[in-house]
């Protein structure tokens, strides 16, 4: 999760897009989309959608990034999501901050996102 977390912070403090989203996933989980654009969560594990609301207060070589706002769902086996919209169902929504290179979490369980 922290190379995401530092690899949609570069995104944003290079210019490349103000609202960057990334999609997470482990070796034990896969996203599969199908021709219409919707994901479909398989494995045994999560996947992670994550989307920026801000940009990050510290970005910088050799100081420790801080980040905040960072909107997360996170799918299990069988889950799905639009990626049109971004949106999904069955899944947990939850928020991420990084301080000073510390990732801290406000989970909201149940949400749709």
Known sequence: MGRTIAFLARVVQDGWTSAPRAIGI?????VLVDADGRASVVGSSAAYFLSVNEPPKVCRSGIPLTFHNISVYRLRAGGQVALSTWKGSGGDSYSLSVDEGVIHSSQA???IY
């Open 26 to 30: 482990d070796e034990r989980t896969a």
């Open 109 to 111: 369980r149940g949400a």
